[in-house]
């Protein structure tokens, strides 16, 4: 039995929470990050934007509706956004084995340690939390006595080249042919492009899209620090000199907003959650949407020909962009949610608008 022995969350600034294990028993160093959604662990930990995180819930109990089946369509499951965790440990204050959903296939705790994950129970998220926003996200580990390890910090590596597909990979037979440039794609994206009559051709991350024949690019969402991409950013700076319509989210509007010539830097300590308020530059529309970033666009630094999107009601942080003629647009939160609000899934729609005014051109 894997379950219940011992284990600690240490903080870089020595903070120690003591808990028990219910995923494997293994330690892990990687950056302490909290969300504040009260649903939604299979999608998160399945997110490859987690990759090299150590995710804390705040909402306390997790586990009780379960890890849903393997399901696929077109290539793609229906319930989880990639093929694996990519977390590298979770924290929760209250964990439950005792599980009940119409769809779960097993515990969360059973995915952990099939995932080769820690996960501990019985910490305190609400004191770790406060911690977190006081200080900022900061360097931890999960730390069982016997297999000491050293803090380590993720976004020094390119986690995007980690998550991202090695091959080029095609969904569907639409009449739009859209290339995904594949940063660490969550399912969702190609879910939501797939409905919406496109053939998808996901490439990965270093690949030179430009050499294929299509009618749109999608620059997706990934794990890590912006400034680890320059390779995309140049393809995507030769894709601007065109008039392809592109849309991108999160690590992807970033990387639109780095071709662009404009900077990132790092929040304090990120926005994920299932209630960001954007709203829409130039109107009083205001959308709740769901997020998961700790980067973001210096608006500051726009070029001319390029001008704010969305904006953050609660901080003033940039939340998307786009071109003043072209037809190039990214937002920073998730139109296609999963989990979260999906009142912005429309912006896929407008995507496909500016795709079909482009081919009657
Ligand atoms: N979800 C994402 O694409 C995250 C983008 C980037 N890694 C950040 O943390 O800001």
Redesign the pocket.
């Known amino acids: 039995m894997h379950k219940f022995r011992n284990v600690k969350l240490v903080l870089e600034d020595g903070t120690i929470f003591e808990g028990k294990s219910f995923g494997k028993e293994k330690s892990i160093a990687g950056e302490v990050v909290f969300y504040t959604a009260m649903v939604g662990y299979t999608e998160s930990l399945s997110d490859p934007?987690y990759k090299g995180q150590i995710l804390v819930p705040t909402y306390p109990m997790v586990g009780n509706y379960g890890i849903p089946s393997a399901d696929q369509t077109e290539g793609v499951e229906d319930f989880y956004e990639s093929d694996r965790i990519h977390a590298s440990g979770l924290v929760v204050a209250d964990y439950t084995d005792d599980f009940s959903h119409w769809n779960a296939e097993k515990s969360l705790s059973d995915w952990l340690i099939e995932n080769d994950v820690p996960g501990i129970t019985g910490i305190d998220t609400r004191a770790l939390t406060k911690i977190l926003r006081e200080k900022g996200s900061m360097k931890g580990k999960i730390e069982f006595d016997d297999q000491p390890i050293d803090f380590v910090d993720p976004n020094q590596d390119n986690l995007a080249a980690l998550v991202s597909t090695d091959d080029v990979v095609t969904y569907g037979s639409g009449k739009h042919k859209v290339v995904l440039v594949d940063c660490g794609v969550k399912y969702n994206i190609i879910r939501c492009l797939l409905k919406r009559d496109t053939t998808v051709i996901r490439v990965p991350w270093n690949y030179n899209f430009n050499e294929i024949d299509c009618d749109g690019i999608f620059l997706s969402?990934?794990?890590?620090d912006?400034v680890q991409c320059e390779e995309t950013v140049n393809h995507i700076k030769e894709a601007l000199k065109g008039a392809k319509p592109i849309m991108g989210i999160?690590?992807g509007n970033?990387l639109l907003g780095r071709a662009a010539g404009a900077d990132t830097y790092k929040l304090k300590y990120?926005h994920r959650s299932h209630n960001q308020p954007v709203l829409l530059k130039g109107t009083q529309r205001c959308f709740i949407t769901s997020q998961?970033?700790?980067?973001a666009i210096n608006q500051e630094t726009l070029p001319s020909e390029w001008e704010e999107l969305f904006v953050n009601v609660n901080d003033g942080t940039n939340e998307g962009v786009r071109h003043k003629t072209k037809p190039f647009f990214s937002t920073q939160f998730h139109p296609e949610a999963s989990s979260g609000p999906v009142d912005t899934e429309y912006l896929f729609d407008e995507f496909i608008e500016n795709i079909e005014k482009s081919k009657a051109q």
């Open positions: 934007s969402n990934g794990p890590g912006p999160c690590l970033q990120g998961n970033h700790g980067y």
